[in-house]
């Protein structure tokens, strides 16, 4: 069974990027959020309220790093 669908050249996107996400923002903030759930689920698992705030806490900031990284031109671009 083919496709109906037909696709010129200049309809298809740009290729991706080949690192793969590969950068220091992806890796600051998957390396924050893997700590911070970590020391949610230490948390929720003790269980100590201030664990879960703190493990909350750290998710945001990586969040913000990452984002922050990204804006300054150590991410991957928006192609």
């Given amino acids: 069974m083919?496709?109906?669908v037909k696709l010129s050249p200049q309809d298809l996107p740009e290729a991706a990027p080949?690192?793969?996400g590969r950068t220091p923002?992806?890796?600051v903030t998957n390396?924050?959020?893997v700590i911070?759930?970590?020391i949610a689920a230490?948390?929720?698992g003790i269980p100590q309220m201030a664990f879960v705030w703190v493990g909350a806490a750290l998710a945001v900031v990586s969040l913000a790093a990452g984002?922050?990284?990204k804006a300054l031109g150590h991410g991957q671009t928006s192609s």
């Fill in 31 to 33: 390396v924050g959020l």
């Fill in 67 to 69: 984002g922050a990284l």
């Fill in 18 to 20: 080949h690192n793969h």
């Fill in 42 to 44: 230490l948390g929720v």
């Fill in 36 to 38: 911070a759930s970590i």
């Fill in 25 to 27: 923002a992806a890796w």
């Fill in 2 to 4: 083919s496709s109906s």
